[in-house]
């Protein structure tokens, strides 16, 4: 899952997101409303966390834009705005959640667990592939019914190929996903996490199931 924080407050943005990474998603930082709305607007996101007052453009603003774009990416706000017009005026721009600052993370995650869990197209978000499942919710996987001890960044990765199961992931689609977009993708640094993961798979007979195509990134299927 790939998040977008849009937060000026470099301490409270970077408090918020190792502690998302921490939980396996991928985050990327804006630092002021335009670059929010660039990066809303031309990159993929699962969700945004945006900040009201910000410079260059405030938060209702960046909703306002992104929404007449007709970017539908779920938005929580965040502000230490608490009045009732202003949580009705996000609200009413499109924002899909309202969260007061200061907040506990803890409260923060579950709200970011079931804008997710709604957005899902079906009913149950967990994925399979053959043997392996996934369930994005709870961050746990499994092969053969055993559980996987994976790090976080292996956890985002083997669910980013479920997700992607029979398509070529390129290195610079893997990079933008599962790291951010500041990745460099000229290290071997993938590479060696696709090796981790194989060996953790090997263990349940399932490391065939990531496969590499020469020249051009990795794929993942049951077959």
């Avoid at 985050?27 to 990066?39: F, I, P, S």
């Avoid at 993370?105 to 009913?123: G, I, K, N, Q, Y």
């Amino acid at each position: 899952m790939r998040l977008l924080l849009v937060e000026d407050e470099s301490k409270v943005a970077s408090f918020i997101k190792k502690g998302l990474e921490a939980e396996k998603y991928a985050v990327d930082v804006a630092a002021d409303g335009e670059d929010g709305l660039h990066l809303g607007s031309s990159e993929d996101y699962d969700l945004v966390l945006l900040d009201i007052l910000l410079p260059k453009l405030n938060g209702y603003e960046v909703l306002r834009m992104l929404r007449d774009r007709g970017i539908r990416t779920p938005v929580i706000m965040l502000t230490a705005r608490s009045a009732l017009d202003d949580r009705v005026k996000g609200l009413d721009l499109g924002a899909d959640d309202y969260l007061v600052k200061p907040f506990a993370f803890e409260e923060l995650l579950a709200r970011v667990r079931a804008l997710l869990r709604r957005r899902a197209a079906s009913p149950s978000p967990i994925l399979r592939v053959g043997q392996l499942v996934v369930d994005p919710v709870a961050h746990k996987a499994t092969a053969r019914g055993h559980a996987l001890d994976l790090t976080a960044k292996e956890y985002s990765l083997l669910e980013y190929l479920m997700r992607h199961e029979g398509a070529v992931c390129t290195r610079a689609m893997i990079a933008q996903h599962v790291w951010d977009i500041n990745f460099d993708t000229y290290t071997n640094l993938i590479d060696v996490f696709i090796n981790h993961l194989r060996k953790k798979l090997q263990v349940h007979g399932c490391e065939r199931m990531i496969q590499t195509v020469r020249g051009a990134g990795y794929v993942l299927s049951a077959s």
